[in-house]
């Protein structure tokens, strides 16, 4: 069984930066791959960033490219999302998840990941 437990979520201003960090314990029998997936209220569960396995290959939703960086620490089984110039519509709830489906993680599809963690909200004023 595999525990997320996602932290540094908070609120800012627009034009503001927050990192999110989101830990992973429990049994790990492969290698697996990873993303960060955002909520609203009323609204669908969509991806915003996944990384493989390595930590080398990473892909983003367009919404958030070139504001958000992910990454991952293999060492101490953490995984990152970096957000600068964060906007009101960056306000959500985020979430952190695994999935051992690593041909299709960069599609960034919820239905394609399996563990979750309990989420993180994020809340950016104009």
């Known amino acids: 069984q595999v525990q997320l437990v996602e932290s540094g979520g908070g609120s800012v201003e627009a034009g503001g930066s927050l990192r999110l960090s989101c830990a992973v314990s429990g049994s790990t029998s492969s290698p697996y791959c990873m993303g960060w997936f955002r909520q609203s209220p009323g609204k669908e569960r969509e991806g915003v960033a996944g990384?493989?396995?390595?930590?080398?290959?990473?892909h983003y939703s367009d919404s958030v490219k070139g504001r958000f960086t992910i990454s991952r620490d293999n060492a101490k089984n953490i995984l990152y999302l970096q957000m600068t110039n964060l906007k009101p519509e960056d306000t959500a709830t985020y979430y952190c998840?695994?999935?051992?489906?690593?041909?299709?993680?960069?599609?960034?599809?919820?239905?394609?990941?399996?563990?979750w963690g309990q989420g993180t909200q994020v809340t950016v004023s104009s």
């Open positions: 998840a695994t999935t051992y489906s690593c041909a299709t993680y960069w599609r960034l599809w919820p239905r394609d990941y399996n563990n």
């Open positions: 990384i493989g396995t390595t930590g080398h290959d990473t």
